[in-house]
């Protein structure tokens, strides 16, 4: 194999692998997608979902790449990123890391003689709809990072952004504040009476299909807001007595969170 084969190789065989494989095969993207993991049993999946290749050795993979992908939880970027090194393969020129608060400067010390770019795919990129921040090191040439945003726009909408941003995007984009919202609206609709799934149906419309109308009507929230929220409504009743509640104090705190522990990863 030679890199004019647009081979991309994935470290590591995780949900975003996955995910991104996924959406790569829905937009028809026919190159070869090589995974490398030290438990090989977990790629089985992905070569019956998505027709991915097993790498068996790595330094013959990395060599057949024109890509390669950082795919490890953040506390095994080290390690992995020193076993590349140790196998002694021609790394290819571009490199993009997937890992949560490691910053450019770290991904550099660690394997230096390659470009680098980070990028934080959301696991919704496996329908096609998945938002992708992404930052690039200085010495990423412009080709490069086209080449980067069109790899990412198969799988959804991309995001350039400055490295400092990418903590807190990471923070606010992720899916799981839409199911937590859903989890949690859904229990409190079976509270007041609705049955499981009915409460589901009733949730699931409120937050989806509301913000759906909001995409497509080209109004403004504060617009939707008044439109949605007549005074003495039920609905502004709903929602003045979640704000005293401490609603946006609570989502705050949250973001805090997630910002402090990817400014914790990158301390590993």
């Not at 991915?52 to 795919?71: P, T, Y």
């Not at 076993?83 to 021609?90: D, L, W």
């Not at 790899?151 to 899916?175: C, K, N, Y």
């Not at 609705?194 to 937050?207: D, E």
Request: with cysteine.
């Amino acid at each position: 194999m030679n890199r004019e084969s647009e081979a991309t190789l994935f470290l590591g065989g995780g949900r975003i692998t996955g995910a991104l494989a996924a959406g790569l095969r829905l937009a028809g993207d026919k190159r070869t997608i090589l995974v490398y993991d030290r438990h090989p049993e977990k790629v089985r999946a992905l070569q019956r979902e998505s027709s991915v290749e097993v790498a068996r050795d790595l330094k013959s993979a990395i060599e057949g790449a024109e890509m390669l992908i950082v795919a490890v939880r953040p506390g095994s970027v080290k390690e992995m990123l020193a076993q590349v090194v140790a196998c002694g393969a021609a790394l290819p020129r571009l490199c993009i890391s997937l890992a949560a608060g490691i910053p450019l400067k770290n991904l550099q010390a660690s394997m230096g003689a390659v470009r680098w770019s980070r990028a934080m795919p959301s696991p919704v990129c496996r329908i096609g709809r998945g938002l992708t921040p992404v930052c690039f090191e200085r010495s990423v040439t412009k080709a490069d990072r086209v080449r980067v945003r069109k790899f990412f726009e198969l799988v959804g909408p991309v995001l350039d952004l400055r490295e400092e941003q990418m903590d807190a995007i990471t923070a606010v984009h992720s899916s799981t504040h839409g199911y937590h919202a859903l989890a949690a609206l859904a229990k409190a609709a079976q509270d007041a009476g609705l049955n499981h799934k009915t409460a589901l149906i009733a949730a699931a419309h409120a937050l989806g299909d509301g913000i759906f109308y909001w995409r497509a009507s080209g109004l403004s929230l504060d617009e939707l807001l008044e439109e949605a929220a007549t005074p003495g409504g039920i609905a502004a009743a709903t929602m003045a007595a979640m704000d005293r509640a401490g609603y946006l104090r609570a989502v705050a705190r949250g973001i805090r969170a997630g910002v402090k522990q990817a400014q914790k990863n990158a301390r590993r």
